[in-house]
């Protein structure tokens, strides 16, 4: 996946989102990138927005995910998708159309916010499904076969990812079984003479709940390593390395928020349970 860079603006967006709806864009422009959109939308007001922008060799992030930007309002929410329950990813121009490789980091983006978010596979929707507006365009021909198409690779593509992960762990073979280290056989050589046969396992249980892209958001020294072709996955880092240095892998919206909203969220909240015991006991009395 390609790298994630924040450039994050201070206009265009309003406080609050609830994820549950991930819509794609088409910024409908002949060539433009995600950098010089990013640039646009942080210089001032301009009414519109996204969360994300993606071409061929970058994703920008100019909103944050839980706050609400300005990419499907046209549609008022008459079709229960709308800027305060949703995420906008922008697909920028190449010769006037999406080229593969933007998909491409599209898709890979929109598995990662899904995971993190929960978000299902029918609710990664088009601007189109918001509003009837015809975005992003590019994918509309014969019936919208070319966007049937991405959202099939969405999926499928993260099964062939899948296959690409490690097979062995030196580290966790040697830590497990302790006659192996001591008589200094390659563990590997030895695994596939003998080990196997005698059910040695080659490598660390997955933990319950963990997830490839959380695991990515919570150790971005890791996500910058698969970034640079040295791990083919974050799963390929935690069967070597992350299982023995108890890495986190689990990740929640509270964790993209800052300290100072959380504890305003949390005051608030106590506020108004303060008001609705000062109601009961008034209806009591």
Same mark, same amino acid.
């Given at each position: 996946?390609?790298?994630?860079?924040?450039?994050?603006?201070?206009?265009?967006?309003?406080?609050?989102?609830?994820?549950?709806?991930?819509?794609?864009? %088409?910024?409908?422009?002949?060539?433009?990138?995600?950098?010089?959109?990013?640039?646009?939308?942080?210089?001032?007001?301009?009414?519109?927005?996204?969360?994300?922008?993606?071409?061929?060799?970058?994703?920008?992030?100019?909103?944050?995910? %839980?706050?609400?930007?300005?990419?499907?309002?046209?549609?008022?929410?008459?079709?229960?998708?709308?800027?305060?329950?949703?995420?906008?990813?922008? !697909?920028?121009?190449?010769?006037?159309?999406?080229?593969?490789?933007?998909?491409?980091?599209?898709?890979?983006?929109?598995?990662?916010?899904?995971?993190?978010?929960?978000?299902?596979?029918?609710?990664?929707?088009?601007?189109?499904?918001?509003?009837?507006?015809?975005?992003?365009?590019?994918?509309?021909?014969?019936?919208?076969?070319?966007?049937?198409?991405?959202?099939?690779?969405?999926?499928?593509?993260?099964?062939?990812?899948?296959?690409?992960?490690?097979?062995?762990?030196?580290?966790?073979?040697?830590?497990?079984?302790?006659?192996?280290?001591?008589?200094?056989?390659?563990?590997?050589?030895?695994?596939?003479?003998?080990?196997?046969?005698?059910?040695?396992?080659?490598?660390?249980?997955?933990?319950?709940?963990?997830?490839?892209?959380?695991?990515?958001?919570?150790?971005?020294?890791?996500?910058?390593?698969?970034?640079?072709?040295?791990?083919?996955?974050?799963?390929?880092?935690?069967?070597?390395?992350?299982?023995?240095?108890?890495?986190?892998?689990?990740?929640?919206?509270?964790?993209?928020?800052?300290?100072?909203?959380?504890?305003?969220?949390?005051?608030? !909240?106590?506020?108004?349970?303060?008001?609705?015991?000062?109601?009961?006991?008034?209806?009591?009395?």
């Amino acid at each position: 996946m390609v790298s994630i860079i924040k450039q994050i603006s201070n206009y265009n967006y309003e406080d609050g989102n609830n994820v549950q709806y991930i819509v794609c864009h %088409f910024t409908g422009n002949s060539n433009d990138s995600a950098q010089g959109n990013a640039n646009y939308f942080n210089a001032c007001d301009r009414e519109a927005s996204a969360h994300y922008f993606v071409d061929d060799n970058v994703i920008y992030q100019v909103v944050e995910d %839980f706050n609400a930007s300005w990419h499907c309002g046209d549609g008022n929410g008459a079709y229960g998708i709308s800027n305060y329950n949703s995420i906008g990813i922008e !697909m920028c121009g190449t010769n006037g159309d999406i080229s593969e490789k933007t998909a491409k980091n599209a898709r890979d983006l929109i598995r990662l916010l899904m995971n993190k978010y929960g978000v299902p596979i029918d609710r990664v929707v088009r601007h189109y499904d918001a509003s009837r507006k015809n975005c992003p365009s590019p994918f509309s021909c014969n019936n919208w076969t070319r966007w049937a198409d991405f959202k099939d690779k969405i999926v499928n593509e993260v099964e062939e990812e899948e296959m690409k992960i490690r097979a062995f762990s030196r580290t966790w073979y040697l830590s497990q079984y302790q006659d192996v280290a001591k008589n200094g056989i390659d563990p590997y050589q030895h695994y596939l003479a003998y080990g196997k046969k005698e059910g040695r396992q080659p490598l660390p249980p997955i933990p319950t709940g963990y997830t490839d892209s959380g695991y990515l958001i919570c150790n971005p020294d890791v996500a910058a390593a698969v970034n640079k072709g040295i791990f083919v996955s974050g799963l390929d880092h935690y069967y070597e390395f992350g299982w023995r240095e108890g890495r986190k892998f689990t990740y929640s919206l509270v964790d993209a928020m800052p300290q100072s909203e959380i504890d305003t969220k949390v005051k608030a !909240m106590v506020e108004q349970l303060k008001k609705q015991v000062n109601d009961i006991e008034n209806l009591v009395k």
